[in-house]
């Protein structure tokens, strides 16, 4: 069983174009995460919601709106996509806020802006 | 800004113990050291946190020096599976976030 999985696995689209990303988990965590990793392979946080709260906002372009249904559950919504935003996406979790440092992550969403 | 220097690169022969170096030197006193790997096309995978003593797991042993401004990560039996990037996180207690830095990428040969 997938802990966390994440689709679509790849998604290739249009600049302009409007997309959104799905996570889901399934070890029962209160606390999931939304990463993006550039080009370079830096790995950086942009999101985090706790049991479907908004706790950590990185200063991430507004065009960027996480929405969380509920805890098992973490979607990432881009609008108006831009070229820039090309980059591997990877969703995470974690029981709570104060264990974010042990984290499961899913297999990431390889997002391409033509 | 990550808190930790790690070699870009380094390499170990299968069968053989990979040992990991980093550097942590401004580490505060309640800054757990953490372990990630990512492996090619796979998202970070959790291996190893230790405070101050050493920690050892199934998938590896984790050796902080005593004055803790650096740890060493131990693959015991490195196989070509254990090809990877290796990033060695510090961490603070309570909410800190996982600020992930450029790593080490180990190259196991046959």
């Known amino acids: 069983d997938t802990a966390v999985s994440q689709t679509p696995k790849y998604l290739v689209t249009q600049m302009g174009n409007d997309k959104s990303i799905k996570c889901e988990q399934n070890l029962g965590h209160d606390t999931m995460y939304w990463y993006k990793q550039d080009s370079k392979k830096f790995l950086k946080i942009m999101f985090s919601y706790n049991n479907k709260e908004l706790i950590i906002n990185e200063t991430v372009p507004n065009r960027f709106s996480p929405k969380s249904p509920d805890k098992a559950h973490l979607n990432l919504h881009i609008n108006s996509l831009e070229l820039g935003d090309s980059a591997v996406y990877f969703c995470a979790s974690s029981p709570s806020p104060s264990t974010s440092g042990t984290q499961h992550f899913g297999d990431g969403t390889r997002l391409s802006i033509l | 800004d990550a808190k930790t220097t790690q070699p870009t690169s380094m390499d170990c022969a299968e069968g053989r113990a990979a040992n990991l170096p980093c550097n942590h030197s401004?580490?505060?006193?309640?800054?757990?050291v953490y372990w990630y790997r990512q492996i090619h096309s796979q998202g970070p995978q959790y291996i190893i946190h230790g405070l101050k003593n050493n920690e050892t797991n199934e998938m590896a042993s984790l050796i902080i020096t005593e004055d803790r401004k650096s740890s060493t990560l131990i693959l015991p039996h490195a196989t070509l599976r254990d090809t990877a990037v290796y990033y060695c996180i510090v961490r603070g207690g309570g909410t800190d976030k996982l600020i992930f830095g450029t790593g080490t990428r180990l190259q196991v040969f046959p």
């Open positions: 401004t580490i505060s006193g309640n800054e757990y």
